[in-house]
């Protein structure tokens, strides 16, 4: 069956929340992403669930929209959100003054924010910047993106929605001026495929621009470039966050067994976003400003460096395209180009990604005379549960297997259909991360994963200290096992998998990352000879 | 305490050099902080990669430890091989031509040495043997049989897989990450276990000849392999795991032994943290456990960036204990953003002079020598060639010192 309502392409959060509200207001739905999901921005950025209070001097809707957001994320997806409250400091070169304003403009937007003694804020946290002279408190948290996209897509599916990852579009099919569908390659197969629907929906962030160009319309962006830095520890429990105007690196994020440093913000060229390299004056830059936040970060090991790029659409009335909107921006191409069947769904911010849902949709169901309410606020994403909190279940779990916890950290009440009946199944494959067999078998029969990479994206195996030294191999045999592959397919997964993990810690390459890489090289060049995998015919 | 010479480090350049300095009288301490990297060996011992290793290292650079070593490699790599077997580590090969030796991922890959009773072959095309059962125990995740069944079959070679289990090992795995080679080595220690994998080994080979196992036989006992072989009457033969290399360590402390039995002490668990001179020359060191050793001679061989001897810092590399000269690559760069492409640091370490004599804010010192991977001018990884660099820098190490 190739015939659908809406075509969304791209499997970042903005796709995936699409492809589920149309799933959950009934409407047939396919989605297309050229690689996995969340490889985009979704998955490159702080995994910060903002309380709106970095925008409320300055951009007062997106504040908003962010609290309302960061309400309905803690209720629909409380298993990939963490509730550690933030702090917003002053520091004695920052104005104090600013601070009151900051608590004004939170409180205007509905943020509660409350001024505390930096005394309290330290013994809140202990890592933070002991020079302080104003705190604020605000309900900051943080939020794995990877589990948030991948919740959505196993909902989308589960409600009928029909998911295809390494599936890129070659072009949009055109008919009298309207878009009635897509013409697709799988890469892994190379298999071709023709698609059709009603409408087709661009959420490929800064990649839309040229999806857009396919069916001729214009759409001016600016590619944003953000790095961050990856600590080997948490070293802040609670996010901290500076007390300024929004500038470069002032918002430190704790997250599972780490803590991120970010971010940047530099123009970067088109054909440049799909090879992001942080380079050394980021690196530079996000430790001076991350240790004004925490001092220990300048003796924190650096796990890895990596980067993304924001999609800012500059305004359709300033042809210059210097004036930026930084919300969010869905355009029908209809009613702005005179293309029918063609919506592009972009700015706003992982935050946002189920409002920007929720106005494609609205959108889509105006267009198709379809009179179905969003329920996406209210209904709970696969894996967050209104009996069973995630606490409540890993607390349980804790007392079977470390991994079990781990599990349900993870994938929440999800973490039920993981078989860890046996030793077998319970045998960890990543012990930085307590991912056991049982684990990786679910991610690949369940989660749509294809290689180790992906395997990654669902279970952060091979996101701990060691960035997947050992278990890179014992996930790939396990996987080989599941999916029966062959071995030099295998190989080349493996070779890919630590290539990509090397491309992170390579920026940050001293201390022990370096001698973690002296090892990851002398493993894999040397004592497997992976470099010659192929070369052997 | 005072001794000949005292050596820093604890892998395969400092127990060499220990048991030569030994063996001809001296008396030599080592000092090391506990697990060397021979934890992560392959089971073999590079010399330099190309038909005939010998010939290749004539051609290399004069800043290569190799084209230090004058005339005497072949010596060298002959005594080397000798000292190995002297303390129990029985290898197969020779330094004219590499033989292959398959890896963990069933690759195979040339080497000089290596140890008996792992899977070779000479030409690296082609086994002496048509058929072969794969025997991996159960559950165990750093051995992937299906790795080693497909080189096999590249090579014309029939394999057929299968699993055991002993009652020891399957109470391990109730703990989710018992199941590593060492408690597997370890469980193979005990005769009731080696005989019920005997038994496993007939029943399952039927008439096969050749049993390939995951290089995890035996932790303590070296007589594992030929035990099997004698009770089944079937060949054995081992594949390096992923880490931790029971091979490896078993030369680690084959060599520890080695050394100690010829009079060598051995501070382990101490790293070296202080030193002092006196006329331009080493006088002491102090280790970390406050003991301060003096010495005729000291030999650096603490290894690069995983051993501890070199410290990658944001400003540039340093040696760890003595400060001393760092001879960092052309490029600015440490790094090559693609893993499998030569990697800068690999080649970054100490300068030393022709009598490998370290140099310290441009001069050598008189009586402090460096050997093996603390050294620069060479890609241990690309060139195939870190033990023998090791081995052989640490003998001609030894040859100075006696001669001095």
Known sequence: MNEFDVIIVGGGATGAGVARDCALRGIRALLIERDDIATGATGRNHGLLHSGARYAVNDRESAEECIKENMILRRIAAHCVEDTGGLFITLPEDSLEFQAKFIESCLAAG???????????????????????????????????????????????????????????????????????????????GEKGEYRAAITVNACGIWGRDLAAKAGVTINMLPAKGALLVFGHRVNNVVINRCRKPADADILVPGDSITVIGTTSSKVPFDQCDNMYVTPEEVELLLREGSMLAPALNHTRILRAYAGVRPLVASDDDPSGRSVSRGIVVL?????????????????????????????????????????????????????????STEDCTRTAVAQSRGKASAFYRHGTNAEKIDSSTAAKRALVCECEQVSVGEVEYAVEQLGVNNLVDLRRRTRMGMGTCQGELCACRAAAVMASVGKSCSDKVKADLKGFVTERWKGMSPVAWGDTLREGELLSWLYDGVCDLSNNGKEE | MRYDTVIIGGGLAALLCGIELARSGKKAAIVTTGHSTLHFSSGSFGLYNGAEPLKAAEALAPSHPYSKLGEGMEQLAAKATEILNVAGIATVGNAEANHYIMTPTGALRQCWLSIEGMVTSADGKSFDFSDALILSPEGFLDFYTQFIADSFKRAGVTTTQSVFSLPELTIRRNNPTEMRSVTVARALDKEENILALASIITREAKDTQTVIMPAVLGFERTDVLSRLEKITGKQILTVAT??????????????????????????????????????????????????????NEFVLASGSFIGGGL??????????????????????????????????????????????????????????YGCGAVLSGYNPVKEGCGAGVAMLTALKVAENIINR
């Open chain 2, 242 to 295: 992923l880490p931790p290399s029971v091979e490896g360590i078993k030369v680690e402390r084959a060599l520890c032994k080695t050394f100690e039995r010829m009079g060598g002490v051995i501070f382990n668990g101490h790293t070296a943290t202080h030193y002092s001179m006196e006329e331009g020359a080493v006088a002491t060191i102090t280790t970390s456990k406050g003991v301060t050793l003096a010495a």
């Open chain 1, 111 to 189: 943020i509660s924010a409350e001024a505390i003694d930096p005394k309290l804020a330290i013994a809140m946290e202990p890592s933070v910047n002991p020079t302080l002279i104003g705190a604020v408190k605000v309900p900051d948290g943080s939020v794995d993106p990877f589990r948030l996209t991948a919740a959505n897509i196993l909902d989308a599916r589960l409600h009928g929605a029909k998911v295809l990852t390494y599936t890129k579009v070659d072009e949009l099919i055109i008919e009298s001026g309207r878009v009635v569908g897509v013409k697709t390659t799988n890469t892994l197969s």
């Open chain 2, 311 to 368: 410290q990658a810092l944001r400003s540039g590399v340093a040696e760890v204990l003595f400060g001393a000269d760092v001879a960092a690559p052309a490029v600015v760069e440490l790094t090559n953003r693609d893993l499998f492409e030569s990697q800068p640091f690999m080649s970054v370490g100490i300068e030393v002079d022709e009598q490998f004599k370290v140099l310290i804010a441009g001069k050598s010192v008189e009586n402090l």
């Open chain 1, 332 to 388: 029908d191409h209809a009613t702005r180009d005179g293309v029918e069947g063609f919506i592009t769904i972009t700015g706003g911010k992982l935050m946002t990604y189920r409002l920007m849902a929720e106005w494609t949709v609205d959108l889509i169901c105006k267009k198709l005379n379809i009179d179905a309410k969003c329920t996406t606020a209210e209904a709970l994403l696969p894996g967050s549960s209104k009996d069973k």
